[in-house]
């Protein structure tokens, strides 16, 4: 089955700077990824998503980049304020389930 | 629009205790998942249905987990004889055509 590594489990910035949380994925047949942002205590949100057939996507401070090949996915967070601290979560699907990473614990110290 | 849900929020129960959860997705999604998350861990996927059918189980970590959906909307997961092991958030997750799925608020499990 699939199996997802992220990296790093935990990443500090300072305000305004950029963060980039990294994961690979084994199973070929994955075609979608998605990322996923969740605050202590709440429900994990989707923010952005990719499939297969796109190397980049963008929304505002947000991208996400693929690489098929190598099999693996970033997630960029650009000019970074205190309420993007949070845990994220990227995951990969294939057409029968979904596989999330163990997550990263971002922090933006103001 | 109303989003999925899910009750109890939390949930205490003696070790040994039968507990039952309950998901209400969002209206007209066919897809239903449960995950378990852990403290400080990503969900693991436990089981999917579309529909009322059952399509994967392979995630449920033993046979004291059970799940249904009987008529393809309302799902639970019921946990027999429960153990200190089983404490965790569990997530429910639908999805109209098994790609962005929204989530729950889940039940916070705690077993004594």
């Known amino acids: 089955g699939e199996n997802v590594e992220q990296h790093p489990s935990t990443l500090s910035v300072q305000e305004g700077d950029s963060a980039v949380i990294k994961c690979t994925y084994s199973?070929?047949?994955?075609?979608?990824f998605p990322w996923y942002k969740q605050e202590l205590g709440k429900r994990p949100q989707l923010i952005i998503d990719i499939r297969s057939n796109v190397g980049e996507k963008k929304d505002q401070r947000i991208a996400v980049t693929l690489n098929k090949t190598a099999k693996h996915f970033s997630l960029h967070i650009t000019e970074t304020q205190p309420e993007d601290s949070a845990v994220y979560f990227c995951a990969a699907s294939t057409p029968e389930d979904m596989r999330f990473g163990a997550g990263t614990r971002l922090t933006v110290k103001p | 629009g109303a989003g999925v849900s899910q009750s109890p929020r939390y949930k205490v129960a003696k070790r040994g205790q039968d507990v039952a959860l309950r998901c209400d997705p969002i209206?007209?999604?066919?897809?239903l998942f449960w995950y378990q998350q852990a403290l400080g861990q990503g969900p693991e996927f436990l089981t999917y249905f579309q529909n009322e059918a059952q399509l994967d189980k392979s995630g449920l970590p033993s046979d004291r987990f059970f799940a249904e959906r009987p008529e393809g909307s309302v799902s639970t997961l019921k946990i027999q004889r429960t153990q200190q092991e089983d404490s965790a958030v569990y997530l429910c997750?639908?999805?109209?055509?098994?790609?962005?799925?929204?989530f729950g608020p889940g039940t916070r499990l705690t077993v004594l």
């Open positions: 199973d070929s047949a994955s075609n979608y």
């Open positions: 997750a639908s999805s109209f055509a098994r790609r962005e799925q929204f």
């Open positions: 209206s007209g999604h066919v897809s």
